[in-house]
């Protein structure tokens, strides 16, 4: 496959990406640019594997999935976000701090059996994990009763990185 094919078959991926938040495509090109995709792929593997089994608890228990879009190097902002999850524009967003989203899933009770701190300790985990790999990370609150939460961050890169999940809120 030459250089040129490899190129159009990038660009179809990335382009995919922006309409599924699927994962991570492989660059062609500069041993730069292939150091800055495996880094990214990395991240994105090591989130994957960190929420993998792992259920935010609200009204119900729902999983927590990795998303990526291509980014532009710049924090996201809520309507490039309720663009990239087919929302109109006017629907209910609030953000808050990675601190508050991570409070109560970090924080030890002292009636906590073994099963309660193992989960803990992984959400304790994926907060270091979102720290160290993104930057300008902003945790989304997207809807009413069935929320969105979005903690995106950029990578390295400029993409944006994070996960989702749903929490039910009656």
Not at 34 to 40: H, K
Not at 59 to 65: N, R
Not at 98 to 113: H, I, M, S, V
Not at 116 to 145: D, H, Q, Y
Request: net charge positive; proline share 4%; glycine share 8%.
């Amino acid at each position: 496959m030459n250089r040129e094919v490899r190129g159009r078959l990038l660009f179809v991926r990335v382009l995919s990406l922006a309409l599924v938040h699927v994962g991570v495509g492989t660059a062609m090109g500069d041993e730069s640019t292939q150091s800055q995709a495996l880094e990214q792929r990395g991240s994105t593997q090591a989130l994957r594997k960190a929420v993998a089994g792992l259920l935010y608890r609200s009204e119900s228990d729902e999983p927590l999935e990795v998303v990526c879009w291509p980014g532009n190097g710049s924090p996201l902002e809520t309507g490039t976000l309720l663009g990239l999850i087919h929302k109109p524009l006017n629907a209910p967003v609030n953000t808050i701090s990675l601190e508050d989203f991570f409070r109560d899933l970090t924080t030890e009770k002292d009636w906590y059996n073994e099963k309660e701190l193992a989960i803990m300790r992984r959400f304790r985990k994926l907060e270091r994990l979102l720290r160290t790999r993104l930057s300008e990370i902003r945790v989304f609150r997207v809807g009413t009763v069935q929320v969105g939460i979005f903690i995106i961050g950029v990578t390295p890169e400029g993409n944006w990185l994070g996960v989702r999940t749903t929490s039910i809120e009656t």
